[in-house]
């Protein structure tokens, strides 16, 4: 007996318009593999820098700053459990991420997030290039620039949720709309 219905989960994923969903531990190696895919997948389509842009930024949150961890032997590294959905709709794509976070990281992402989505085109550019010049802030794993960066590429206001999964994390997801016309 098949104790997971794939059927059902290709038709979903069919009629969700999935390009490429992926969920799992991300190592920087598998990155590099997974964004091969991607751009194979949209080498068509003129977005295919933002779209590879947003993907791997998401990739790269997932991989350092995900509470939940797994150990590759083979890399003899832990790194970030998460999952990325790339999906296209009539009019835009859709990059959407999830990883599980501390409620202290929720509760700081919560608060960037309203923020950034407050601002406007030209107010992101701005607190991107200021931000650049700064040193990355505290428990930054990069320059702390990835939220700001795909708030600039996301075509309107990115959507977000964290939803409780324990006493001590929730689960952030981060979705991101490219337009396929304009820009």
């Known amino acids: 007996m098949i104790p997971f ?3 059902k989960f290709y038709n979903d994923m069919t009629q969700s318009r999935i ?5 799992g531990a ?6 590099v593999e997974l964004g ?3 751009r194979n997948q949209l080498q068509h389509d003129d977005k295919i820098q933002r779209i590879f842009a947003v993907f791997v930024e998401m990739a790269q949150n997932i991989l350092h700053y995900s509470a939940e961890k797994d150990m590759l032997q083979h890399i003899g590294k832990e790194v970030g459990v998460g999952v990325i959905v790339i999906s296209e709709q009539e009019d835009m794509y859709s990059i959407c991420s999830g990883n599980a976070v501390t409620k202290a990281d929720a509760a700081r992402l919560e608060e960037q997030c309203r923020y950034l989505n407050a601002l406007s085109k030209e107010e992101l550019k701005k607190l991107y290039q200021e931000r650049r010049k700064q040193a990355p802030p505290e428990g930054s ?3 702390g620039l990835g939220l700001i960066d795909m708030a600039r ?3 309107k206001p990115f959507e977000y949720s964290l939803q409780p999964l324990s006493d001590e994390t929730s689960f952030f997801i981060l979705n991101i709309s490219i337009s396929k016309a304009g820009r």
Do not use: N, R
Request: net charge neutral; hydrophobic share 50%; proline share 0%.
């Open 5 to 7: 219905d794939l059927l």
């Open 19 to 23: 390009l490429m969903t992926f969920k």
């Open 26 to 31: 991300i190592s920087q190696e598998l990155l």
């Open 36 to 38: 091969a895919l991607v």
């Open 141 to 143: 794993k990069g320059a």
């Open 153 to 155: 590429k996301s075509d």
